[in-house]
Every structure is written in C-alpha cells, then in structure tokens.
C-alpha cells in the first residue's frame, strides 16, 4: 500500500506537525504523515493515487496560517 503512494516532504513549524496531522486525518485516506526530523518540522506525506491534487489544495489553504515548504532537496531518504 505505501509503495504505491507518492512521497512529499516538507518542512513546517514544528509546533504545527500534529495540527496538520490531524487536518489530514480529517480526510479519511487522502494522506498519511510521518515525522522525519521533528526538530526542523521535516514531514514525509504519502499521498495515495488520485488524492496529489486534493493534497495541494489543502496545502495551499495551510500555507495562509503558517509557513510550509517543499524539503524534497534535503532529505537523505529521498530516494
């Protein structure tokens, strides 16, 4: 099941990391989230075919109330 989904890691407040689990929770099956470096707020999504876009869409919504960014370039388990 998590191999067929598409890897997104990104960097957010640390203090944010269980406010956007639970945002994510709240779409059943749109995506799971897993805490890389909880220190730096490095997320890893793993976001089921046919959900990457609605994913975005909440990103973009979150992006308004605090900071997230892609940390696709610095994760070591990026491959």
């Known amino acids: 099941m998590i191999l067929d989904t598409i ?3 990104l960097r957010i407040d640390r203090r944010e990391i269980c406010f956007l689990k639970f945002i994510l929770e709240a779409y059943d099956g749109i ?3 897993t ?3 909880p220190e730096l707020g490095v997320v890893r999504l793993h976001i089921p075919p046919g959900c990457a876009e609605d994913v975005e869409i909440i990103l973009q919504d979150l992006k308004e109330n605090f900071i997230i ?3 696709s370039a ?3 388990e990026n491959r």
């Open 31 to 33: 995506a799971s989230i």
């Open 35 to 37: 805490t890389v470096n």
């Open 69 to 71: 960014e892609d940390a």
């Open 74 to 76: 610095e994760t070591s």
């Open 7 to 9: 890897k997104k890691y």
